[in-house]
């Protein structure tokens, strides 16, 4: 499993969102990868400081970021129905939306003004 870190900016703890290794593949080619420059940065962590590569969630990059992920869920939920069918079994249905799950959590997590920067690189 991989990770996607959300960081408040005041020292609070991260929220990490793991991700499977096709998941973040795939993010990582799509255009959630264009959006915003990683730069380093000091943050605290644990209470301690560390230098991490961080997306600033100003405005306009949280603006972005919500976008591409309401555009994947709407592609994600249409593509899932059409795959599902009528009676799907629950392993079906868990696999099925395994990727529209994920996408609502970073999409929620990306709304959530508490947190600051994203790290999408671990």
Not at 8 to 35: M, T
Request: proline share 4%.
């Amino acid at each position: 499993m991989l990770d996607i870190i959300f960081y408040p900016g005041n020292g609070q703890r991260p929220h990490y969102v793991e991700l499977s290794e096709d998941f973040y593949e795939w993010l990582a080619k799509s255009d959630f990868s264009k959006i915003g420059e990683s730069v380093q940065k000091k943050i605290i962590i644990d209470d301690e400081e560390e230098e991490v590569p961080i997306v600033d969630l100003e405005l306009e990059n949280r603006r972005r970021f919500r976008s591409f992920f309401i555009e994947e869920i709407v592609g994600e939920s249409d593509r899932m129905l059409t795959k599902l069918g009528e009676s799907p079994s629950k392993n079906e249905y868990q696999a099925a939306t395994y990727k529209l799950r994920k996408l609502q959590e970073l999409r929620k997590c990306l709304e959530n003004p508490k947190y600051r920067y994203l790290q999408r690189v671990v």
